[in-house]
């Protein structure tokens, strides 16, 4: 994979992140700024089909702005911004709109699922969902666009659109490919039943206090066969052993499957230890992020610049949009 190809990925301001954000996006962000050209967006127009609540709304954004400071995004090596600070995106949002079939959006998953579930009064927003994301990616000259495997509908569909367009008045857009990120195992919430999410109230914020995020990683469900402190457990099916895999060494995994295997750890120490690797590898980020709460115009002035350095490529793009379809 070439080393400077630009990288694009937005994310929706949509609350306190938990261990399944954290792993499953936030720290494959992070990581892909080291050897790649990163664009990356806080995508609070897109949050906007399903907030409503203006402050609300703000403080979100500000805060995932803070998360992802916390976490290491580095403004130096990243260009990082507010999607609404990029008003040619709504601009190209109608231009390739006009050459979106109704069949392609039609088949969105999100919009099929919102049928589905008989969503009261559907929007022509939560619709044209897919277009503004495909206009998202394309303004920047993306070439690569991380998403899981559920979400690589998505990626499809603007590389329908663009194709669609360089077919229709000439090569305009670069045809973006996804970067299907490492998948990480699916982390249960701590019912133990669910994937964690906000939806489910099952979840382990990362940026807590230390006595919520005791609390909540305390409260998971583990193999539920295992009713005494002298049963055996079986690792394979309790969710605290999956964070045991992913924070803990190899050393410490097999002592602790075979220790849990022949009861000689109980659950209650399993879970405490978790909660100590969890806490040492997001000490520094913790810390970080309680600092940057009490400098929030360094936030703005992070996200300004962000915006002037992906502004600049907008621009370019948006012109040569233009002069393609005559305007």
Same mark, same amino acid.
């Given at each position: ?18 261990? /399944?954000? %954290? ?7 992070? $990581? ?10 806080? =995508?609070?127009?897109?949050?906007? #089909? @399903? ?17 992802? &400071?916390?976490? /290491?995004?580095?403004?130096?090596? #990243? ?20 050459? #979106? ?6 088949? +969105? ?22 277009? &503004?994301? =495909?206009?998202?990616?394309?303004? %920047? ?16 569909? =603007?590389?329908?659109?663009? @194709? ?6 000439? *090569? ?27 939806? %489910? ?6 940026? +807590?206090?230390? $006595? ?16 005494? !402190? ?11 052993? @999956? ?10 995994? +097999? *002592?602790?499957?075979?220790?849990? !295997?022949?009861?000689?750890? /109980? ?12 806490? $040492?590898?997001?000490?520094? =980020? ?14 703005? *002035?992070?996200?300004?610049?962000? +915006? ?20």
């Amino acid at each position: 994979m070439s080393k400077n190809k630009r990288v694009l990925s937005g994310m929706q301001p949509s609350g306190k992140p938990h261990l /399944g954000n %954290y792993l499953g996006a936030m720290k494959p962000h992070i $990581e892909l700024q080291e050897n790649h050209e990163c664009f990356y967006f806080l =995508a609070n127009y897109h949050a906007l #089909t @399903t907030v409503r609540d203006k402050d609300k709304l703000a403080e979100m954004t500000t805060g995932l702005a803070l998360d992802y &400071l916390a976490l /290491g995004l580095d403004p130096e090596k #990243t260009a990082f911004f507010r999607q609404s600070d990029i008003p040619e995106v709504t601009e190209l949002t109608w231009i390739i709109s006009t050459v #979106t079939p109704f069949g392609l959006l039609e088949r +969105a998953h999100a919009w099929k699922d919102s049928i589905a579930k008989g969503t009261k009064n559907p929007t022509v927003g939560l619709f044209s969902y897919p277009v &503004l994301m =495909a206009a998202d990616i394309l303004i %920047y000259d993306s070439e690569l666009v991380p998403v899981g495997r559920d979400q690589k509908q998505h990626i499809e569909i =603007a590389r329908d659109i663009a @194709t669609t367009f360089n077919h229709t008045y000439g *090569e305009t857009f670069i045809v973006p490919e996804d970067l299907i990120k490492k998948e990480v195992e699916t982390i249960l919430g701590t019912d133990g039943i669910h994937k964690m999410s906000k939806s %489910y109230s099952n979840t382990v914020e990362i940026f +807590a206090p230390e $006595e919520d995020l005791r609390k909540q990683v305390m409260s998971m469900v583990t193999d539920p066969a295992r009713v005494r !402190r002298d049963d055996p457990g079986n690792p394979d099916v309790c969710n605290v052993f @999956t964070l045991h895999k992913i924070f803990n060494s190899e050393k410490n995994i +097999a *002592e602790i499957n075979k220790n849990c !295997r022949n009861a000689s750890l /109980g659950c209650v120490d399993c879970k405490k230890q978790i909660l100590e690797s969890i806490m $040492e590898e997001l000490k520094a =980020a913790r810390k970080k992020r309680i600092e940057l709460e009490n400098n929030l115009d360094y936030i703005e *002035e992070v996200l300004r610049r962000g +915006a002037t350095r992906a502004r600049e490529v907008a621009t370019k793009t948006l012109d040569r949009v233009r002069n393609s379809v005559g305007l």
